[in-house]
């Protein structure tokens, strides 16, 4: 398993370094062919390899190597994010929009198992101390992968299915990814372990399921949540409506009513009165009166 940063020493507050430093320090110097390395997940010894032809990185040293040990490498943000784990023993999640705080016990990084004669790796292992309703579906363990650039390969991911405890997949920041390897400094290294401790410290991380050994479990339960906060109408069987409608009383249409039309006064309805032509006649007559007075008066003035 190739690694690109390693510890100088065995002890926790041993100094970072990285590949491209170590190959330097090799190359410049002849008596560092055997200088001893150890990785910061497992602590075990490891050698920097310095060739001409494949890229440099860190290796195990020989009967050190971990079983079915892969040569894919690891970033610096990777491996850094896995010795932060061991340490800590502590994770918060976001799983599924419920937040756990889980308390972590017996953390080994690097987890081997084998499907079909075929090995694989877990990120981290670990056992979940305080109880709660992750660790119940998960069965008190957690296998936690760490992503940086590559998810979790669909091969792996049916691998996974036969393990009996939960695993997830977190995804790392991408402004704690390390974009400068070659030429990134201690100091550089310090602050960006640093940074991860907090990231990892303070804030509840979305997962991705990669396997829950309880799922069939897991969904009843939610469909159960969801039954209780959205309950279905029930349709009324033809026995019920037939029920229902026995119990309605009927109306007798034989009854009378109460007030009959015998009851009620005739009132008589007067009749309209003829209305008579009026005759202009006399209003006439009376002007012709009185315009032949005033010209007889007319004519006697003058």
Known sequence: MKKYIAKSDSTESAELVTIWKACKKKLSDCNCNNSLYYSLATNKPMIAKCGKIRAWSFAYKSGHSPPGSTKSGEGISHELSKSILKKIRRIKLNHFGKKYDLILDNVEPEWHFKHNDKDYFIDIVAEIKNKNELSEDFNHKIGIEIKVK??????????????????????????????????????????????????????????????????????????EIKTTKRPTPSIPSRTEKQKVDNNIPHIDATIEPKTSHKEFIDVPIPEKEEIEPKSYVWVIGFLIVIIFLGFIGYIILQ
């Open 150 to 223: 590559h998810k979790v390969e669909g091969v792996k991911r049916k691998a996974l299915r036969k393990l009996d405890f939960g695993v997830i997949e977190i995804e790392i920041w991408e402004k704690l990814h390390v974009t400068n390897p070659e030429t990134i400094s201690n100091q550089e290294i310090i602050t960006i372990e640093k940074s991860l401790t907090t990231w990892f410290s303070r804030n509840f991380l979305k997962t991705k399921s990669l396997h829950n050994p309880n799922y069939r479990k897991y969904t009843k339960k939610t469909q």
